[in-house]
């Protein structure tokens, strides 16, 4: 079963995140969690089962485009269309908020995922992202 994360999923989540090779050293996972669960235009799905935390995904929108992060299954139930899930639970969620359009990064090298999503019909994007870190160095 698909629904909204707790505040009492956090430390269930972002083990599972961690697990999945999706947390970076300058980005803290426990503040993503709390602020997705802060802000009325972004969530966490979690996909529960025997009341375990098998699968999460953070989704938001920015008032233009949705955007999704963490989508992350357990290694033990992979392969059993739990990603499929809750990528379309996601799409649900940001169709809800008015969203015209998904987008998500994947880093370059990450084949596996890559190729997930594009089995799912996204497409690859002729953009360029850019960044910069804001950080208070006062």
Do not use: C
């Amino acid at each position: 079963m698909i629904g909204a994360a707790t505040a009492d999923d956090r430390a269930a989540v972002v083990a599972l995140w961690q697990a999945a090779g999706l947390t970076r050293p300058w980005n803290d996972p426990q503040a993503d969690f709390a602020l997705a669960l802060a802000t009325p235009s972004s969530t966490i799905l979690v996909l529960r089962e025997d009341g375990a935390i098998v699968g999460s995904v953070m989704v938001g929108f920015d008032g233009h485009r949705g955007w999704v992060y963490y989508l992350a299954v357990a290694a033990a139930a992979r392969r059993g269309g739990h990603g499929r899930a809750l990528m379309a639970a996601a799409e649900d969620w940001l169709r809800g908020q008015g969203a015209p359009k998904v987008q998500l990064m994947v880093r370059d090298d990450n084949d596996a995922a890559l190729g997930f999503y594009e089995s799912l019909g996204l497409e690859r994007q002729s953009v360029v992202t850019l960044g910069r870190f804001l950080k208070d160095d006062g």
